[in-house]
Structures are given as structure tokens and as C-alpha cells.
């Protein structure tokens, strides 16, 4: 009991507890300061791993080997582009990262990708990114070539 409550007082501390509002319906939502603060820490590292690398996502199994069919779909417009430097999370393996990426998007969907700490979307956003070219040029902003834009330039 004492851990929770030296665990409470840091949480408080530190800010991570929040004040959640009554809602419009007259319920009050209430949660554990233990629950709000190992959120507001899950948060706050997915936070930290979104800025270390130009793009992250978050996926169903490895780019190596994707568990599902979207998952599957960003790493293949990734590797049409020539994107193959990027952070990936396998969300099967942990589910409070699965969950926590849900949150902190404010995105209901697996996979999720980031540009530069920016979430951009899951798989129907990149696609349509790809098929009208937004991509090449997203791509670009972060100092990276996209090799389709490479293999038109070699085809002129």
C-alpha cells in the first residue's frame, strides 16, 4: 500500500494526473492513479519514440514479417519508395504499446505511421499519399529520395 501511495504522490508530482471532467451524460470517468500514471508514462516514452527517427511505424508483426494485411501494405509503399531506414513496432508483442499508440494518436487503427514525430496516418492515408503523390513529397521534406522519383528522372 505504501508503493501506491509514494508511486500516487510521484504521479501527482510530476503532472501526470489528470482531472477528468464529468461528462455531458452526468457519468464521472474514473481511473487508478496507478492506471493514470502508467498512461501518462506510456505516453509520454511513445512520445519520445515517435521524435528519434525520421519515420516509425507501428505494425502488426515485422517488416520482415507482417501479421496482417495493412501492416503488409505500408512496408511495401515504404519499400517502393526506397524507404528502408525506419523504426518499426511489432504492437502484437505488447499490448499496453498496442494500446497506448491508439491513445496517443487519438487513431482507432494498426498500423500507424509518423514522419519526424508528425503522425500521418494509418494504411488508406499513406496509400492515397502514394497514389497522388503527397509522399515523394513528405518524403522529401525529411531529406529523403524516393526511388520512384529516381527511376522517372532515369527513364526521361
Known amino acids: 500500500m505504501n508503493s501506491l501511495i509514494r508511486n500516487t504522490a510521484r ?10 471532467p ?3 451524460d452526468g457519468r464521472v470517468w474514473t481511473s487508478s492513479a496507478r492506471f493514470l ?3 501518462a508514462d506510456v505516453q509520454k516514452a511513445l512520445g519520445d519514440i515517435v521524435q528519434k527517427d525520421k519515420v516509425v511505424v507501428f505494425m502488426k508483426g515485422t517488416p520482415a514479417q507482417p501479421m496482417c494485411g495493412f501492416s503488409n501494405a505500408v512496408v511495401q509503399i515504404l519499400r517502393m519508395h526506397g524507404v528502408d531506414d525506419y523504426a518499426s513496432y511489432n504492437v502484437l508483442e505488447d499490448s499496453e504499446l498496442r494500446e497506448g499508440v491508439k491513445a496517443f494518436s487519438n487513431w482507432p487503427t494498426i498500423p500507424q505511421v509518423y514522419f519526424s514525430g508528425e503522425f500521418v496516418g494509418g494504411c488508406d492515408i499513406l496509400l492515397q499519399m502514394h497514389q497522388n503523390g503527397d509522399l515523394v513529397e513528405e518524403l522529401k521534406k525529411l531529406g529523403i529520395s524516393s526511388s520512384l522519383l529516381e527511376a522517372e528522372k532515369e527513364s526521361k
Open 37 to 39: 500514471c502508467a498512461a
Open 22 to 24: 464529468r461528462q455531458a
Open 11 to 20: 504521479c501527482l508530482r510530476s503532472g501526470a494526473a489528470v482531472y477528468m
